[in-house]
Nanobody, 122 residues
């Protein structure tokens, strides 16, 4: 089992940057693929980015490709999402998630953090 805690959310103007971090408990962090998802009120949770166990592979939603970067540090049990050139439509609660399968469907992830609010003003 793994517990996840996000940090780094906040309010930023359009065009700005934020970095989200997710700290994981447990000794088996490197055996999990990690994902970032986001959700707006009344909308389904959507995929943002994912990274494989050894960080050799990454996936991005088309809407964030070229602006967001996912990374992980298995020695520190952390995964990060660097978000640049933010747009008002990026406003959402962002969640990190872990599972042993590398996937883009949120239903494939077993473990979830509590979420971090990101608000981008125009």
């Amino acid at each position: 089992q793994v517990q996840l805690v996000e940090s780094g959310g906040g309010l930023v103007q359009a065009g700005g940057s934020l970095r989200l971090s997710c700290a994981a408990s447990g000794r088996t962090f490197s055996t999990y693929a990690m994902g970032w998802f986001r959700q707006c009120p009344g909308k389904e949770r959507e995929f943002v980015a994912a990274i494989s166990r050894g960080a050799g592979s990454t996936l991005y939603a088309d809407s964030v490709k070229g602006r967001f970067t996912i990374s992980r540090d298995n020695a520190k049990n952390t995964v990060a999402l660097q978000m640049n050139s933010l747009k008002p439509e990026d406003t959402a609660v962002y969640y990190c998630a872990a599972d042993q399968s590398f996937a883009t469907d949120w239903r494939g992830y077993r473990y979830w953090g509590q979420g971090a609010q990101v608000t981008v003003s125009s």
